[in-house]
């Protein structure tokens, strides 16, 4: 292990010495370097339909509310040929099933940690108080049931859940806890965008996984990668090597990369252009058409794609298209190839949505009066040089204010970087206008190294002077290791507050 960790440094340290200790001719490192690239595309048997996760259930309470209930638990999945996996899931045994509310509803739900151990469930993307954030400081202990409650009030979007539990957040994702929330308002409604679940609206939550020689998941860094875990198989909703089998013209496909640290940059084995009609936080004004999108660990997109009848053509993962230092791209996963999903047109295709001129509000942040400007540096495994305290609160926002947060990743690898409670504008990329992949709500962005992201963002509510939301890098390795920091949300004359103690909001059964 340390030997491993002496050759990364001379590796990164080297400077302008990597390009030649990499291409030296002959040698380990050329040999590494070759070794380090993970191809799939041709290689892979699409014998499994893809499972797509249920709807959760849910049941109205006396107050209106809808109950859902989750439990953490321990399991066993089989992947593939051999022994099954020891996995972790949602009232199931892998991945837990998706969360559909309409804007306006109040939800509420029982998590149950049925697990040995802590654990959190977060709302990535849900704007709603800290108490109900489900981060670090809502652990939820073995044996109880964490009971959050909010009444649902964004844009339609597709979000999703993990748990964000103090330093252990990349081991719990990657056993599999995590689902899918779609947010439905009635102008989503009113669209004829593809929208029946399964059939021509489906999930598609794309995690990489390595298995060791007994068939359990493997969670050790990436050989000289400084990102953490990169796996040579491919799962989507929890099925290797998946098919599917069309029957619209149009399919809308919701893309969550719930990967601990792999940048995938999607597109089709035909180079068909597809069209990107929303982004984490909503739809988009209009839709753009394109051939390829990345999307870094926690983002979502939301495309949607034509077929013919009686064709067949795969979702791919292409190499990324830049963002690393030379030499570092091969030993983190950005020179490699995956596929990832096997469509099967019928014979005959329906045809009866389309999509739509107009969609979704564009962000309007850009002009706002911007109350306080902060900056913010990744780096290694801290922003701007500090690590993650549970008891430090790094800063207050005022309630109602716009702040514009600049923030770069100053290493040759990938950061990105999530903000919790609110969606934001990327208002400019090194000054420039955002490519138009960015041009909607936000919540996780992707930092390519050395350049200056410019984001606005409004705190609308909740104020809560004593808990805080996060805002940290969304390579779980990162955030475990300390790329993290913690803001409250103050009304006006409010202080920052302390961090209680004990801020578990769970409930003892
Ligand atoms: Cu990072």
Request: aromatic share 10%.
């Amino acid at each position: 292990m340390e030997r491993r960790k002496a050759l990364k440094w001379s590796l990164i340290g080297g400077g302008g010495g990597v390009g030649a200790l990499v291409f030296g001719g002959g040698g380990t490192v050329a040999y590494l370097y070759n070794e380090a690239k993970v191809d799939t595309v041709g290689k892979v048997d699409f014998d499994s339909p893809l499972a797509v996760p249920p709807l959760a259930e849910s049941e109205q309470d006396s107050s209106g509310a809808r109950v859902f209930t989750l439990e953490a638990q321990s399991g066993e999945t089989e992947f593939r040929s051999g022994a099954a996996t020891r996995t972790w899931g949602l009232n199931g045994s892998y991945l837990g099933p998706t969360i559909r509310a309409k804007r306006g509803e109040e939800v509420a739900f029982a998590i149950g940690n049925g697990l040995d151990e802590e654990t959190s469930i977060h709302w990535h993307g849900m704007h709603l108080p800290a108490v109900m954030d489900g981060g670090p400081h809502q652990a939820v202990s073995p044996g109880e049931t964490w009971t959050p409650q909010w009444t649902v009030n964004q844009p339609a979007a597709t979000l999703w859940y993990h748990p964000h539990p103090h330093g252990r957040t990349a081991e719990h994702v990657y056993r599999g806890l995590a689902g899918m929330f779609i947010v439905d308002d009635d102008e989503s409604e009113s669209l004829n965008l593809p929208g029946e679940y399964g059939v021509d609206d489906v999930p598609l939550i794309v995690q990489d996984r390595k298995f060791d020689d007994g068939n359990q998941f493997d969670d050790s860094g990436a050989f000289l990668s400084s990102q953490g875990v990169l796996g040579d198989h491919i799962l989507v909703n929890g099925t290797i090597g998946p098919y599917f089998e069309v029957g619209t013209r149009l399919v809308r496909l919701r893309l969550l990369n719930g990967s601990n640290s792999r940048l995938y940059n999607f597109g089709f084995s035909d180079d068909r252009p597809f069209h990107l009609i929303a982004t984490d936080g909503g739809l988009l004004p209009e839709a753009h058409e394109t051939e390829r999108i990345e999307l870094s660990p926690g983002e979502r997109a939301e495309i949607v794609v034509a077929f013919e009848p009686g064709e067949t053509v795969e979702l791919r993962s292409y190499p990324a298209e830049e963002g690393y230092v030379f030499g570092l791209g091969r030993f983190n996963g950005a020179d490699d190839r995956f596929d990832v999903v096997q469509f099967r047109a019928a014979g005959s295709l329906t045809d009866e949505t389309e999509i739509p001129a107009s969609m979704g509000t564009a962000p309007d942040l850009e002009g706002a009066d911007v109350a306080e400007e902060r900056s913010f540096k990744l780096s290694g495994t801290s922003i701007n040089g500090e690590k993650m305290a549970m008891d430090r609160i790094d800063f207050g926002v005022r309630e109602g204010s716009v702040e514009v947060w600049e923030v770069s990743n100053n290493d040759g690898y990938l950061h990105n970087f999530h903000v919790h409670d609110v969606q934001y504008q990327v208002l400019s990329v090194d000054d420039e206008t955002p490519p138009p992949h960015l041009r909607g709500w936000k919540d996780t962005v992707r930092l390519i190294p050395q350049r200056k992201y410019r984001l606005a963002m409004r705190f609308s509510d909740y104020t809560d002077p004593n808990l805080p939301y996060m805002y940290h890098c969304h390579l779980l390795t990162h955030e475990d290791q300390g790329m993290m920091g913690q803001f409250v949300v103050l009304g006006e004359g409010e202080e920052i507050g302390t961090v209680p103690r004990t801020s578990s909001a769970h409930d003892h059964s």
